[in-house]
């Protein structure tokens, strides 16, 4: 199942990067991706999350109206009984948006790799996971629009796959 797993990103990764080249003259448009709520579960656990002014932090850099390339970074704050620590994530996804729009309203789809190291009570090695978020996305203001979606998560963190939800907004500029 993860070898499946692991070709479809590939493959999905390969074509949004090769869709990307052919409009690369025209003027690139950004975002600032802000997630703010999560929940996740996997391996009989669950987690779930509200963080203000975000948790995960991307930087949507369009290829073209369809493919955006988005590198993050995001910290988390964990604690509980007897507990604390921190895991600080880097990583980059490569949304494919269906309705051509600059990716700012419709359906997604976005493969993309995390590597995450846990620190304090949590401390853990580096460890490199993949996953692909599938979603909608609509327009709220002229450069603001809202983003929901079911997030699949797999690799180095997780025994089982995961499987959660997150939203958030994304701010737009060219």
């Known amino acids: 199942m993860k070898s499946m797993f692991r070709g479809a990103f590939a493959v999905l990764a390969l074509t949004a990067l090769a869709a ?11 975002e600032i991706r802000l997630d703010m709520i999560s929940f996740q579960t996997s391996d009989g ?4 999350g509200v963080s203000f002014p975000a948790a995960n932090v991307a930087l949507g850099i369009y290829l073209n109206q ?3 390339i988005e590198p993050m970074v995001g910290i988390d704050f964990i604690s509980g009984d007897n507990f604390s620590g921190q895991v600080l994530s880097f ?3 490569v949304p494919y948006y269906f309705k051509g729009d600059g990716g700012r309203s419709g359906l997604f789809l976005s493969p993309g790799l995390m590597y995450s190291k846990g620190t304090g009570d949590i401390e853990t090695d580096g460890e490199m996971d ?3 978020d599938f979603g909608f996305r609509k327009v709220w203001r002229d450069n603001l629009s809202w983003r929901g979606a079911l997030t ?18 994304g701010l737009f500029w060219k």
């Open 20 to 30: 990307g080249s052919a409009e690369a003259q025209e003027r690139r448009s950004k």
């Open 91 to 93: 990583g980059a996804f």
């Open 45 to 48: 656990n669950s987690a779930g």
């Open 152 to 169: 699949l998560r797999d690799g180095d963190s997780y025994a089982d796959m995961a499987i959660g939800a997150s939203f958030g907004l």
């Open 66 to 68: 369809n493919v955006a």
């Open 130 to 132: 993949y996953g692909v």
